[in-house]
């Protein structure tokens, strides 16, 4: 669709993120995440335009100068009201459509709607969304593509057509999209809005033709004509990789690990700390694996490179009482040899989390 039209892409968290210098100056680094990771090697130094949120102290100052170039992207942040923002990332998006989307409500204790949260939680959402495309609507370029990413904009599209007809408007979803059994969970005006500014769209993509499917299903649920779909995944940009892996941080990183490891066995994995990734559970099977095979204490090694995803773990505004087994601390343990497994050594996750990836390892 975008062909030779000008592109601007539209996300919740942008291509860079910033931090504050000693001098209190918001200086820019490369943003983290999965949807970064995969769009941004794509269009850094090229005039593809990029508007995304302020997420932090650093962003919102950053945010003030307006549009700016900033590590081979042009960036434009928007800042918000900490209670807009929150209502909006925390309470509807957290909370609300990624616990839909990803079939994580226990029906039997949750979701439980407080009064007021359509026309306060919902309505920061509206508000953002309606941001957004007044942005999208003063930068974007003449009969520019405009690609919105995942399930945190999901209404900017009616607007957007309203203010420039001469756009193109996709949305991709980077997430599972809920079934109808899932989406029935939210409170009627929101699903049906929800798939109404989707279906306002020339076109909606998934990375898988499941993803696709539900979508469309739900939207024959509430009796929402869909726009057009289409199946796209997207994988890691190689020369990013090969470049990453050829820097001297990655060799020295490296060297490291071959030190610590030595002849051993490794196990590895990268997640952002959230429910759906089931982190603990990864630490569940690799017990598992040792109390199944002693030999195999001493020749292998877990380690577990976690970050925190903002606003994680989310809050209790949905819930009629505390989630059972919701930790806000927990805490996972491996066998050692010759230990009984009462007197294992612990490996503790705890909230607040890091800002940064802390490896944690077993073996």
Known sequence: MAGDRPIVIVSNRGPVSYRFDDAGVPRPRRGAGGLVSGLAPLVRHTDTRWIAAAMSDADRAAAADGATEAEGFQVHLLGFDLDTWRAHYDTVCNEALWFAHHGLFDPVYEPAWPAGWVEEAWAAYREVGEAFARTVADDAPEGAAVLVQDYHLCLVA??????????????????????????????????????????????????????????????????????????????????????????????????????????????????????????????????????????????????????????????????????????????????????????????????????????????
Do not use: M
């Not at 796209?232 to 490291?256: K, N, Y």
């Open 158 to 363: 009616a607007e957007l057509r309203h203010r420039r007809p001469d756009l193109r408007l996709v949305h991709f979803a980077h997430t599972p999209f809920a079934p109808p059994v899932h989406l029935r969970a939210l409170p009627r005006t929101v699903r049906h809005e929800l798939l109404e500014g989707l279906a306002a769209f020339h076109a909606c993509g998934f990375h898988t033709a499941r993803w696709a499917g539900d979508f469309e299903a739900s939207c024959r649920d509430a009796g929402v004509v869909p726009p057009a779909t289409f199946v796209a995944p997207l994988g890691p940009d190689p020369d990013d990789l090969a470049a990453t892996i050829g820097s001297d941080a990655c060799r020295a990183a490296g060297a490291e690990l071959d030190a610590q490891v030595g002849e051993r066995s490794f196990v590895v994995r990268v997640d952002r700390i959230e429910l759906s990734k089931n982190v603990l559970r990864g630490f569940g099977a690799f017990e598992r694996l040792l109390a199944a095979d002693p030999d195999r204490h001493g020749t292998v090694v877990f380690r577990a490179y976690v970050y925190p995803s903002p606003g994680w773990p989310p809050t209790t505004a949905t819930e009629p009482r505390s989630r059972p087994g919701w930790p806000r601390s927990t805490t996972a343990s491996a066998p050692t040899p010759g230990r009984p497994s009462s007197t294992t050594p612990t490996t503790t996750i705890r909230a607040p989390w890091p800002r940064s990836p802390e490896p944690t390892s077993w073996s």
